[in-house]
């Protein structure tokens, strides 16, 4: 048999046509409400729950998901799952040649998978003959699910390891393991497990009490579990059972039941057991020519699962494929070393590059950096000396401030000296107009002596007044570099503004002005508003500031 692809494969098993048709009116509907990866996990899951009740529908719900699937871990879980429908359906060669792809695809840290590729194949092996290899390939996985501590898995190996002793007839063995399988799938409650060593434990002759107890059971559980693969397996090994024990009639009827249901599924493997038992049940009865008949169905198709060129076939084929992968891979080292050696060449020039460049950036910046240095010390000493510079202004400004202040002072205190003067020249003329007109009143005796007392006075006064007008002449001469300033200025100032503003300048009260000039307050007050005016100032600005200001 030829295999190309798993397509071909498929499409040579043999599938009812009214079966296929009623596949393609349902599968669209259910299929189109997945896509992408809900719709591969959906396929694996049909095919998983359909491998014991129709194993020629998982077969096309796997390919179903290997066309959709990219990741090497779902295409080897998708072989895997193709693999157990094959194997069911008798297919053995191509069970084995999809357990191999799946190996050959499957991530190294997928050990759990990778074990049940192992048990799996073994059981591959074992169908078609070659139990050396089946044995050794059990006992890798075994060795694996031991290392993982995966009893559930351990279980499903000692059941497939008791199988394949059953075929080299060494019962005990397979008895010792197919127990070790039971014990521990009744502690985990797995009901198609457990049927499934129920099962197997009638696969040789034994307690047929027992084993007819064992039996009974199993085929309730699939019944119940719907999974007629395993009921088909059932039924024969009860026909079988009943051969054993005599029971020819009920074995037929049970070998009729097991036929039926195996052709609905199409396992092949299960109809030559079928036709083995028949034959032996009908020779019993003394029918020969259904037993004739039997045997030779049995001989044909034991032709078409046993040949041995198969299993050649697809070791061959795998060993092939493994060669040219080797070579394949030879060859893509090769092209890596030599790619590997350009890089190492180019890394090895852009490593030279780029150490030349950094080591000519760094001289480089070193010299930025020199004379950057060489800048900033200039920079600092020239800042030191406009620092100096400035300094030295500003004392110059300190003392000019203080001078002015000074002079200010003194200007002041000359003022108010003046205004002083003037209250005691007005007191002065007050008592000078007092005596005169307490002369009126005197007789002529008198009036001389009076007159004379005036005459004094008067003398007292002129010598205060000669003082008096040095320190007047000092005030004017300090004024009138302001006044020049104040006329440049304000050029339509009056004489009376001007000498207003000269007062004010040296920060006199109303009160201090009204004295010196011998105004009211009120008066002045009226002439400080029109001078604000006059220089053009707002409620807002401060006279007296301004006119310290110019």
């Not at 694996?144 to 060494?170: K, P, V």
């Not at 020969?288 to 050649?312: F, V």
Request: proline share 1%; net charge positive; with cysteine.
């Amino acid at each position: 048999m030829k295999h190309d692809t798993l397509l071909n494969r498929y499409l040579k098993t043999q599938i009812h046509v009214y079966f296929l048709f009623g596949i393609f009116l349902l599968l669209p509907a259910s299929l189109s409400a997945s896509s992408g990866k809900e719709r591969q996990i959906s396929l694996l899951e049909k095919a998983e729950q359909e491998l014991y009740t129709n194993p020629q529908l998982a077969v096309y719900y796997t390919l179903g998901a290997q066309d959709s699937i990219h990741s090497a871990l779902g295409q080897a879980q998708a072989l895997y799952v193709y693999a157990q429908a094959e194997k069911l359906l008798g297919n053995f060669d191509n069970c084995i040649q999809a357990l191999y792809e799946a190996e050959s695809k499957l991530p190294s840290k997928e050990i759990k998978l990778r074990g049940n590729i192992y048990n799996l194949m073994s059981l591959g092996y074992c169908n078609l003959g070659d139990y050396s290899k089946a044995i050794d390939l059990s006992n890798d996985a075994i060795a694996l699910f031991q290392t993982e501590q995966d009893s559930l898995n351990l279980a499903l190996c000692y059941n497939n390891r008791g199988i394949i002793h059953t075929y080299i007839n060494e019962y005990q063995q397979a008895d010792r393991f197919l127990k070790k399988a039971l014990e521990l799938n009744r502690s985990s409650h797995d009901l198609k497990r457990i049927a499934a060593n129920l099962n197997n434990l009638c696969l040789y002759k034994g307690d047929i009490k027992e084993q007819l107890k064992w039996i009974n059971e199993a085929i309730v559980i699939n019944k119940n579990l719907n999974a007629k693969w395993s009921l088909s397996e059932n039924y024969n090994n009860l026909g079988k059972l009943y051969i054993y024990a005599g029971k020819y009639s009920q074995a037929i009827d049970a070998l009729k039941t097991a036929y039926r249901i195996a052709s609905e599924v199409g396992a092949k493997g299960l109809m030559c057991d079928n036709y083995e038992y028949a034959a032996q049940a009908y020779n019993a009865i003394g029918n020969y020519q259904m037993a004739y008949q039997k045997q030779a169905a049995l001989t044909e198709l034991s032709k078409e699962i046993q040949n041995t060129n198969k299993l050649r076939s697809v070791e061959q084929r795998i060993a092939q494929e493994k060669m040219s992968a080797l070579q394949q891979k030879e060859k893509q080292k090769q092209q890596e070393y030599e790619i590997a050696t350009l890089q190492r060449n180019f890394i090895t020039f852009l490593v030279i590059t780029v150490l030349l460049t950094v080591i000519g950036t760094l001289l480089f910046q070193r010299y930025k950096r020199k004379k950057k240095l060489q800048l900033l010390n200039a920079q600092y000493r020239i800042e030191q000396s406009e620092h100096e510079i400035a300094k030295l202004k500003m004392q110059q400004q300190k003392a000019d401030l203080e001078n002015a202040q000074q002079a200010l002072e003194t200007n002041k205190q000359e003022t108010m000296n003046f205004a002083v003067f003037l209250q005691s020249r007005n007191e002065l003329l007050d008592k000078i107009q007092e005596q005169v007109r307490q002369s009126y009143r005197m007789e002529h005796s008198e009036l001389i002596a009076h007159l004379k007392k005036l005459n004094a006075f008067i003398k007292q006064y002129q010598t205060t007044n000669k003082a008096n007008s040095t320190t007047l002449q000092t005030i004017d001469e300090k004024s009138q570099e302001f006044l020049a300033h104040l006329t440049e200025r304000h050029p339509n100032l009056t004489q009376g503004e001007k000498h207003l503003a000269s007062l004010l300048r040296v920060n006199l009260s109303t009160k201090e002005i009204a004295m010196l000039t011998g105004n009211t307050p009120k008066t002045i007050n009226m002439n400080r508003y029109r001078l604000r005016k006059s220089l053009g100032l707002s409620g807002e600005d401060d006279l007296i500031q301004y006119i310290q200001s110019i």
